[in-house]
């Protein structure tokens, strides 16, 4: 496709492109939610109110502190209810449309906000959790599933990954507003970070309310008339026009393959069939295992042996503590805040660059570069942590560059990517149930890691004492991302969702590197092709060709 032609199509796609990106806002629900709860579980006034007393002078209590299976419970509550949300994002995607699942979830989560910010007893502090965390699973599945489907092929890796930009923009701005209500010595302390949890949710509602719903779906229930309105929308001709009726065409034309099949279950996203149903469902649940096993949810989120993450209190805070200052307080940084912020910045920022590169690096070299670059500074932090004495300053810069680096790595690639072929590789029949399992998969091991990072770092009885070697773990696990990545993601740039269904039919783990063959524009390239592979970037007259079947292109 020529530059001139991106450019139109582009212009002619602005209003579509604008209302698939404003859904990624559900993300700053996720983002600020996880984000916001350590440094609450930290806040005087919250440890008065839900804590017991650890220290008194007399009659006077002077600390309050909860016991750590609790402080577990409370952090990991939140995990249980989105693995539960993203699991029931399917019937509800199904049955009520993606849209309206979304406006659902937004509902949920604010129970558990409005649970939360009234709770006066712990129990109840974590039921609002838990809803709030259903509510979160729901959007992490529906989310991706509604951009998918509403973006222009051209640009839904980076629509998609607008996802993971606002969690990242979520968990600044909890970072923020925590640091700017803790010294308050009333509830507000507390109340005031979980409560602007409205503002997030009520935000996201009303866009919803005035954005289409997927035209796929609306196909789905024989809508056709509300289905040719939404593309209209999203792609700014008129509902009669030539190009919307070709496209509505083709959606038409995958559904009535997959209706001949029947109404699907979860034991159809698991079934062997030629277009590799089973194959997609486990590269989605693989993909999401491997993004949170490469170790980011061990650095922004767990517990050691305090509320402050692992990274921060090894390698920012000595652990001799024999002077009483901190590595950043030697280097000129009062505030430890000001780590939060440098490390959520760093998140936040290289988010931008994977962006920009899905949709014109592709997402096979993002996600190789990106692992390898997270497998090179895992390891050299388990080796420099573990070799170098925690006194010595230069080691301690030297790892906390990697870390950033990691951190960076990570934000432009596995962060956004994940997702995106998680919200892309599934066809309509099954895509909702699909999506919800790979969604369940992020959520199972985000809380696994969470669970059992204590464990591999603490020093105490029954403990593994890795502390700093757990880098070797996530290393490792960088180290299968790259090799899943060559072996098992084909690329999938520029395509719309019925031509990723035919890619799948022709393409098997380990020719993903040489399956997809790039033409160029015009040429008939019918020499010349690696034995055993097909073309199926061949163009003719608008058409993609096969050698089993012919799918327009689509816009959308």
């Known amino acids: ?55 008194s002078e007399g009659t006077t209590v002077v600390h309050f502190s909860i016991p750590t299976s609790t402080e577990s419970l409370v952090v990991s509550i939140l995990s249980a209810g989105t693995f539960l949300g993203a699991l029931g994002g399917a019937p509800i ?40 965390g259903f509510g979160v699973g729901l959007i992490s599945t529906l989310v991706p599933m509604y951009q998918s489907e509403c973006s222009p092929k051209w640009i839904r890796g980076a629509v998609v990954s607008c996802w993971s930009l606002t969690i990242t923009v979520g968990l600044l701005l909890a970072s ?37 719903e997927t035209p796929r779906w609306l196909m789905k229930e024989k809508r056709e008339t509300s289905a040719s309105r939404s593309l209209s929308r999203l792609t700014g001709h008129p509902p009669d026009d030539l190009t919307v009726q070709a496209e509505l065409q083709a959606i038409r034309e995958a559904l009535r393959k997959e209706d001949k099949a029947g109404e699907s279950t979860y034991r159809d996203c698991f079934r062997l069939t030629p277009n590799r149903i089973a194959l997609r469902t ?98 050299l932090v388990a080796i420099l942590g573990a070799a170098a004495p925690v006194q010595d300053l230069a080691p301690q810069r030297a790892v906390i560059a990697l870390v950033c680096i990691y951190i960076a790595a990570f934000a432009a690639t596995w962060g956004p990517l994940a997702w995106v072929i998680a919200g892309e590789i599934f066809p309509h029949n099954i895509r909702a149930k699909a999506i919800s399992l790979s969604a369940a998969s992020h959520w199972l091991w985000n809380w696994a890691i969470s669970f059992a990072a204590p464990y591999l770092v603490n020093s105490g009885k029954g403990d593994a004492h890795l502390g700093e070697k757990v880098f070797f773990i996530w290393g490792s696990m960088c180290a299968a991302c790259v090799l899943f990545a060559y072996f098992c993601i084909p690329e999938t740039k520029g395509l719309s969702l019925e031509q990723v269904d035919l890619l799948y039919q022709h393409w098997s ?43 327009p292109v689509l816009d959308v």
């Open 1 to 55: 496709m020529s530059d001139a032609t991106i450019s139109n199509s582009g212009k002619r796609h602005l209003a579509g492109v604008a209302m698939a990106t404003f859904a990624s806002f559900g993300g700053i629900l996720l983002g600020y939610d996880t984000g916001t709860i350590n440094g609450i579980l930290q806040m005087p006034d919250w440890l008065r109110t839900f804590g017991n007393p650890l220290l």
């Open 176 to 212: 923020v507003i925590n640091n700017a209500t803790k010294a308050r010595p009333d509830h507000g302390a507390w109340r005031i970070p979980i409560a602007i949890q409205f503002v997030w949710a009520s935000i996201l509602f009303v866009g919803m309310l005035w954005l289409p």
């Open 509 to 551: 783990p380990g020719t993903a590197r040489r399956f997809r063959k790039q033409t160029p524009e015009g040429s008939r390239n019918s020499s010349g092709m690696e034995k055993g592979t097909v073309d199926v970037e061949k163009k003719n007259g608008g058409l993609w060709e096969s050698a089993v079947e012919t799918i």
């Open 282 to 379: 486990l590269t989605s649940i693989v993909i999401q295992a491997l993004q949170q096993l490469s170790g980011i949810t061990f650095i922004f989120y767990c517990e050691y042996p305090s509320a402050s993450p692992f990274f921060v209190r090894k390698f920012i805070v000595p652990a001799a503590y024999a002077d009483g200052t901190t590595f950043f307080a030697n280097a000129g940084i009062q505030n430890p805040f000001l780590v939060n912020v440098i490390v959520n910045i760093v998140n936040m920022a290289m988010t931008l660059p994977g962006i920009w590169g899905a949709d014109r690096l592709g997402r096979r070299p993002l996600l190789l570069w990106g692992a390898a670059v997270m497998c090179i500074c895992a390891f």
């Open 93 to 132: 995607a199904d049955i009520c449309g993606r849209r309206t699942g979304i406006l659902i979830s937004c509902v949920v989560f604010c129970l558990g906000v409005a649970l939360q910010t009234g709770a006066l007893t712990l129990p109840t502090f974590i039921a609002g959790r838990f809803f709030a």
